[in-house]
C-alpha cells in the first residue's frame, strides 16, 4: 500500500469520513493480487469443468479461453482504466460513450452481478468444508455458517483494502466464463491506485500469469493423479483427491486453503461493487449517502446493500448462482465494447496513458470472439435464469427514472463531485 498523507477529516452526520488526499494508495504488488482475487483466487471451483467436458476440454479450455475472454477484456480495462483513472470505472466509460441512463443501466447490472457473484464464496468454502463436518452440508447449521462467514467478510471490507464423451456445453462454459472474467472489476478501484497509468496495466499483466497457471496446473496434476470418475468432480472436489493422495492432514490443508481464496474473493469482489456505488454517486447517480466513506475510508453505504444482497442470494446452489450471474455480466459486458469502440471513434485524441496498439479497425475485431462467446453463454441460459435476468434488467430501466424524480423532489441528496472530468474536458 501506498503512504498516507496527513490531511483532515470531513463531518457527515455525527459521524468523521477521510478526505480523499487522506485514504492510502494501492500500489503494484497488492493490486496485482487484488486483481487475482477479483478473477480467480486459485482453483476451487473449477471442478465443474471436468465433469461437464472431461479433463482434456477442462485443461484445454484454460489455457485457449484466456486467448479469447480474458486478454481482449483485461486490454480494454488497462486503457479505458488509465482514460478514466476514477471509482466508477466501467459505469463512466459507458456514461460517457452513451450517455448517463445507460452508464446507469451499466452500473445497476454490473453491480448485481457482482453480488450474485459474492454469494458464491460462502456457499463454497461450506461445500469444502462439508467433507469435514457432514452437518454443513445443509439445513439450519449452514444458514447460521453463511451468516457468520458474511458478516466476518463484510467487516473486513469495511476495515479496508489491505488485505471427453458427452459435453455439458452448458456448464463447461459457464464454469470457464465464471472463473476467467470480472477483469474489469478493478476498474471502479482505480480511484485508490498509486499512480495507475502505469501501476493498472502492470498489474494486469502479472495477474493474467497468475490466474492461468493457479488453474491449469492444480486441474492437470487433479486430473492425472487420481483415476478419472468424471460424476465427482464439482465443487468441493480438490479436497477428497488431496485426501486420496495424502490423507486427512492434506485435505485439512486444502480446506483452509479454500477458506483463505474464499476470503480473499469475498473481499475484493465486494471492494470492487461498494467503490463502483459510490463512485455512481460521485456521478451523481446515487444519493449522495453512497459517496460517503467511513473512518477507514470504505464505502459504508456501499457494503452495507452489497451485503445485504450477499445474504438473500445466498440459498442459491453453486451453478444457479453462476449462471445468473454470467447472464447479467453479459450484457454488461456488451456495453462496454460498445463503449470502448464508440469513444475511439468520436475522442481519437484524447489522452489515453495506455493504448492498445491497434486502430478503429483493431479496436472492433479484438471486441468481435469475446461478443460471439457472449451470445454463447446467454442462447446456453437456462429459461429460468432468463426469466429472473430479464427481470432484474427491467428494474434498472425502471428505477433511473425513479431516482430522477426523487432527485427532482428533493427526496434524496444528489450532488457530482467537483473533481472528477468529462470525456469533453479531456
Not at 108 to 125: Q, T
Not at 167 to 173: A, C
Not at 264 to 290: C, H, K, T, W, Y
Request: contains cysteine; aromatic residues 14%.
Amino acid at each position: 500500500m501506498g503512504e498516507p498523507n496527513n490531511a483532515g477529516y470531513q463531518t457527515f452526520g455525527e459521524a468523521s469520513f477521510p478526505t480523499l488526499d487522506k485514504i492510502q494508495k494501492v500500489s503494484v504488488t497488492p493490486l496485482v493480487f487484488l486483481i487475482f482475487y477479483e478473477v480467480s483466487g486459485g482453483p476451487f471451483g473449477v471442478e465443474d469443468s471436468v465433469q461437464a467436458a472431461g479433463p482434456l476440454l477442462a485443461l484445454l479450455g484454460f489455457l485457449l479461453f484466456p486467448l479469447i475472454w480474458s486478454i481482449p477484456e483485461a486490454l480494454i480495462t488497462a486503457e479505458m482504466g488509465t482514460m478514466f483513472p476514477e471509482n466508477g470505472g466501467y459505469v463512466v466509460w459507458v456514461s460517457s460513450a452513451l450517455g448517463p441512463y445507460w452508464g446507469f443501466q451499466q452500473g445497476w447490472m454490473k453491480w448485481l452481478s457482482g453480488v450474485i457473484d459474492n454469494a458464491l464464496y460462502p456457499v463454497l468454502f461450506l461445500d469444502y468444508l462439508k467433507s469435514a463436518i457432514p452437518a454443513l452440508e445443509g439445513g439450519f447449521p449452514r444458514i447460521v455458517a453463511v451468516l457468520a462467514l458474511t458478516v466476518a467478510l463484510t467487516y473486513m471490507n469495511y476495515r479496508g483494502l489491505s488485505i471427453v464423451g458427452n459435453v455439458d456445453w452448458g456448464l463447461y462454459l459457464n464454469t470457464l466464463f465464471w472463473n476467467l472474467n470480472y477483469w474489469d472489476s478493478i476498474s471502479t478501484l482505480t480511484g485508490e491506485v498509486e499512480n495507475p497509468n502505469k501501476t493498472l496495466p502492470k498489474a494486469l499483466f502479472y495477474a493474467l500469469i497468475l490466474v492461468v497457471s493457479a488453474y491449469f496446473f492444480p486441474l492437470l496434476i487433479g486430473t492425472g493423479a487420481v483415476p478419472l470418475d468424471r460424476e465427482m468432480w464439482s465443487d468441493g472436489y480438490f479436497s477428497e483427491i488431496a485426501k486420496l493422495l495424502g490423507g486427512v492432514w492434506l485435505r485439512s490443508w486444502i480446506q483452509v486453503a479454500s477458506a483463505l481464496s474464499n476470503m480473499g474473493m469475498f473481499v475484493a469482489e465486494m471492494s470492487s461493487d461498494s467503490f463502483q456505488l459510490l463512485g455512481m454517486a460521485e456521478r451523481g447517480m446515487l444519493p449522495e449517502i453512497f459517496s460517503k466513506r467511513s473512518r477507514h475510508g470504505t464505502p459504508l453505504t456501499g457494503i452495507i446493500f452489497s451485503a445485504s444482497g450477499v445474504i438473500l442470494l445466498s440459498w442459491l446452489s453453486f451453478q444457479e448462482i453462476v449462471a445468473a450471474e454470467n447472464f447479467l455480466y453479459c450484457f454488461g459486458m456488451i456495453m462496454e465494447f460498445i463503449a470502448f469502440v464508440k469513444l475511439r471513434i468520436e475522442y481519437p485524441a484524447a489522452p489515453r496513458p495506455y493504448k492498445i496498439p491497434v486502430g478503429t479497425v483493431g479496436a472492433i475485431l479484438i471486441c468481435i470472439p469475446p461478443t460471439l462467446l457472449i451470445l454463447v453463454v446467454l442462447a446456453l441460459a437456462s429459461l429460468k435464469v432468463m426469466a429472473i435476468s430479464s427481470v432484474a434488467v427491467i428494474i434498472g430501466l425502471i428505477m433511473q427514472p425513479c431516482l430522477g424524480y426523487a432527485e427532482k423532489k428533493r427526496w434524496f441528496r444528489f450532488s457530482i463531485s467537483s473533481d472528477l472530468s468529462s470525456i469533453h474536458s479531456v
